[in-house]
């Protein structure tokens, strides 16, 4: 084993951004493969509908939030996740002032620089 097999990423030293208004984007430990990100959605934020190569898992830390895709619907609590695979188009919207965790596979290069 050599040091590139494991990165310990300390929460505190990952910087935080704001890519739209109501959102706040950490991304946290990552390689080509995998990224995990934490977002802070503010309570009436709604997020554009989209897709992406990546498969994705959500998992909604606090909060609450209505998740559609692949045209099912359904409000999302604390301790609640969704799998979403890669092209399938989805949406989410903020019931309440929320913390989700999004894992992304591959890495979403585009989140990482």
């Known amino acids: 084993m050599n040091e590139r097999d494991v990165d310990f990423v300390p929460g505190d030293s990952q910087l935080v951004s704001s890519p739209?208004?109501?959102m706040l984007r950490q991304v946290l430990?990552?390689?080509p493969h995998l990224m995990l990100v934490r977002?802070?959605?503010e309570r009436g934020?709604?997020?554009a509908l989209h897709s992406h190569p990546h498969h994705q898992i959500v998992y909604v830390v606090s909060g609450q939030i209505r998740f559609d895709a692949g045209g099912k619907s359904s409000e999302l609590r604390s301790g609640d996740s969704v799998v979403v695979n890669g092209g399938v188009e989805h949406q989410a919207w903020?019931?309440?002032d929320s913390e989700i965790l999004d894992i992304f596979?591959?890495?979403?290069e585009e989140y990482a620089r």
Do not use: K, Y
Request: aromatic letters at 6%; glycine letters at 10%.
């Open 45 to 47: 934020w709604t997020g």
């Open 94 to 96: 903020a019931l309440a």
């Open 20 to 22: 739209e208004p109501g």
């Open 29 to 31: 430990a990552h390689n």
């Open 39 to 41: 977002h802070r959605l």
């Open 105 to 108: 596979t591959p890495s979403r």
